[in-house]
């Protein structure tokens, strides 16, 4: 672990964090018939330096949505995110473009992430101009960038365009230009999510091995756990934006104590033929964010749900080394 | 292996790009059994896609079957006329295409959509469409009073499932289902899986599951296809290309993946490189780029070797698997070439 022992251990802190959307418009809010989304509702963890943590859940958990808030991409409508001491809701102006080249978003299309329009380098010599990098250091900093990533022979990829990479490559293309201002604290969302499983590996191996270098601390968020398990050692587990259980990843991977947990353990396919087949410990249908049940929310899935999981919220309290959500504990 | 369902034998199907043709599917031989699940496994560009579509001949303006035959209860569909293979379709033969939102049309109501495969092709009047539909929906495990929904009323994972209903309506033999899954959460994924296993068995279905995934085929499939590259690499029971590998891309595969029962030091191992252009392949074994095992003879086409009884591989080296598989388990294998 790469502590630098002069400065606090906690680099990020989320006390209370809520993210509320207000939908439904305007006639909607006349008829008195709008509706508040929670998609992050009352979060609170902390991240240490050097540490990889990742974000756990299905769609419309609230881990992308806490991902942006943690860049200040959004601003909380609720409680409090320092980021190395410092309130994110106070950063503004030249602070913000100091904290931007500090935390950095690694995204989840490729394909989406780059103008199709801009060769590589002109993708790469974005994010120097805007921290007002000379031109004259820039075409160093963007081969060095693409080296840590592993482009073999970086030379050759600078005059060329997003559609003559293959994912795997513009993939790292992405990684190179969230790391070219040299960040302390990355956000990953799912970023092989859309890349083939012959190459997911060596994005993954890159994201470990940069992370390492640098001494990175890092988010990686994502709904399949075997992949957290490759790059994380601690994971949170979210559900309809609270947190179920937060604690190391290989005591998650092998003892889930949450009964949600217990199900995203359970639903991930192995490559082995003599799986077992048990029915998954959960009900069906989908989480809806806009309607959560009382109390527990995960309550009307929950196979151990009982009287008190309707009248009462669970805090997360302390089991073993992990914090765990659930009345159960 | 019985008799099969569908007897897959040397098909062909080309793109035309420009003013060169792309040979997405070049020569791609398989049985589908009857009463089975089969994995057609492959990534992006491998022709997954292009061979599921061509089963039911529902390929691309530019595309055509250039040769090969698709035996099919003993007619070829390969040179069907376009009368009798449209008969074929949904009755015989469903096709659930990727991405379910895609399948289904956003202005219309899933019954209507439904009622119109049952009255149109199946010749049934409102009052037993309106039936099989709620029978359908039961089936799948919506609640039928969500008949009237439009599509983006459901889930994901409900619209999946509203697909599955709809390839089941005429009860056909065989469902060709291109990545059914692959969008879906984990959670959603498995209840899927779990649910199209169950009807499978139920109904006795033939199933051709096309997908990048190798654990989704590991844990609903018995039987797969490998692709590589417009070929099929190998193909067999799932027990023996899970554990008996024979084809270095497939070995490949099971080295790269993430995998929750597997120590948590492990190292995931990538396949250096990617994909040739199939508009310009190279010669003889087209995974030969990649191959760590490569020698000088894979420069010439390779052989298909029964390397056991239904298990074909196309590979110059597919006596030497055993030897091999043991190489391909270590990262260095995979590094050097790199």
């Not at chain 1, 801009?118 to 031109?135: K, Q, V």
């Not at chain 1, 109390?295 to 914090?323: I, K, M, N, T």
Request: charged residues 25%; aromatic residues 6%; glycine residues 8%.
């Amino acid at each position: 672990m790469n502590i630098v022992t002069k400065k606090p251990e906690v680099l990020v802190s989320v006390h209370e964090a809520r993210l509320h959307y207000q939908v439904g418009g305007a006639f909607a809010a006349m008829r008195g018939k709008s509706t508040v989304v929670k998609a992050v509702d009352g979060v609170t963890f902390d991240i240490r330096r050097g540490e990889s943590v990742g974000l756990l859940g299905e769609s419309g958990c609230g881990k992308t949505s806490m991902g942006r808030l943690l860049l200040k991409l959004e601003d909380t409508t609720g409680g409090s995110i320092h980021f190395d001491g410092e309130e994110l809701g106070e950063v503004r102006r030249h602070r913000l473009k100091k904290f931007r080249s500090r935390a950095q978003l690694i995204f989840q299309n490729p394909f989406d992430a780059i103008n199709p329009r801009f060769t590589i380098r002109a993708t790469l010599s974005e994010p120097l101009e805007n921290a007002g990098i000379p031109r004259s250091e820039r075409e160093d900093r963007i081969i060095k960038a693409l080296e840590l990533v592993r482009l073999p022979e970086p030379e050759q990829f600078l005059d060329r365009y997003p559609h003559q990479l293959s994912g795997g490559q513009l993939q790292r293309v992405v990684m190179a230009r969230a790391l070219i201002l040299q960040p302390e604290f990355v956000v990953a969302d799912e970023p092989v999510s859309m890349l083939d499983v012959s190459v997911r590996a060596g994005v993954l191996n890159v994201f470990r091995d940069v992370r390492d270098r640098l001494g990175l601390t890092a988010i990686y968020i994502s709904h399949d756990l075997a992949l957290v398990r490759y790059v994380c050692e601690r994971t949170i587990v979210m559900y309809l934006g609270r947190i179920m259980e937060d604690g190391p990843t290989e005591d998650i991977v092998h003892e889930p104590l949450h009964p949600y947990t217990k199900a995203l353990v359970a639903a991930v396919p192995v490559p082995n033929p003599d799986q077992s087949h048990d029915p998954l410990p959960i009900g069906r249908g989908a989480p809806d964010p806009r309607n959560p049940p009382s109390g527990c929310v995960f309550r009307d899935r929950c196979p151990s749900a009982h009287a008190r999981c309707a009248s009462e919220v669970p805090q997360p309290r302390p089991v073993g080394s992990r914090l765990v959500a659930c009345h159960l504990f | 292996m019985t008799e099969p369902l569908l007897s897959v034998r040397d098909l062909r199907v080309s793109y035309q790009v420009g003013r060169s043709f792309v040979h997405a599917v070049d020569g791609a031989s398989f049985d589908i059994p009857k009463g089975s699940i089969t994995g057609l496994v492959g990534e992006s560009g491998c022709g997954k896609t292009t061979v599921a579509r061509a089963l039911t001949r529902v390929i691309a303006d530019n595309a055509a079957i250039t040769g090969g035959e698709i035996l099919f209860e003993g007619r070829d569909l390969a040179k069907l006329p376009e009368r009798e293979m449209n008969a074929l379709r949904w009755r015989d033969i469903a096709f659930v295409p990727q991405s379910a939102m895609n399948s289904l049309d956003p202005v219309y109501t899933v019954e209507y959509q439904l009622g119109e495969v049952l009255r149109r092709r199946g010749g049934m009047d409102r009052r037993q469409a309106r039936k099989r539909s709620e029978e359908l929906f039961e089936m799948v495990g919506i609640d039928a009073n969500r008949l009237n929904d439009y599509p983006h009323q459901f889930s994901g994972g409900m619209r999946q499932r509203v697909a599955i209903a709809l390839a089941l309506a005429l009860n056909p033999k065989l469902i060709i289902a291109d990545e059914p899954v692959t969008a879906l959460d984990v959670i959603v994924q498995r209840q899927i899986l779990d649910q199209l296993k169950e009807l499978q068995v139920r109904l006795g279905l033939s199933v051709i599951l096309v997908t990048h995934d190798i654990s989704v085929v590991a844990y609903i499939c018995d039987r797969t296809v490998v692709m590589y590259a417009g070929k099929v690499a190998e193909s067999g029971t799932m027990q023996a290309a899970l554990t008996a590998p024979s084809h270095p891309y497939t070995m490949g595969l099971r080295n790269a993946f993430p995998d929750l029962q597997g120590a948590a030091s492990g190292v995931l191992t990538p396949i250096e490189g990617a994909p040739p252009n199939l508009a310009n392949p190279p010669a003889g074994c087209r995974f030969k780029p990649r191959c760590p095992f490569a020698l000088d003879v894979c420069g010439s086409e390779p052989p298909v070797v029964d390397v056991a009884p239904d298990h074909p591989v196309l590979c110059h080296r597919a006596r030497e698997s055993a030897a091999l598989r043991i190489e391909a388990a270590k990262t260095e294998t995979w590094m050097a070439r790199a």
